[in-house]
């Protein structure tokens, strides 16, 4: 058998995109709905979930940056 801490993490990968899947199917089932509260509870939650995915991609690109040495960082005029 392979390193145990690859293999966990394996595991775990697998059973988050597990629920991530699960997740993308109820909200297309809801899609589908006909009674427009529930449609608009679905709108709701994917732009919830989208601000979610976007700070914590921000998050890592600041960590990210905050690692590099000031000297190599992008520096960049106010203008931009």
Known sequence: MGDPDRTLWVAASRVAKLFAFAAMAARLRMLAHDSP???????????????????????????????????QRAHFLPEE
Do not use: C, H, N, W
């Open 37 to 71: 509260v529930v449609g608009l509870m679905v709108q709701r939650d994917v732009l919830f979930s989208e601000t979610a995915m976007l700070e914590r991609e921000l998050a890592i690109v600041r960590g990210q940056r905050r690692r590099k040495p000031a000297k």
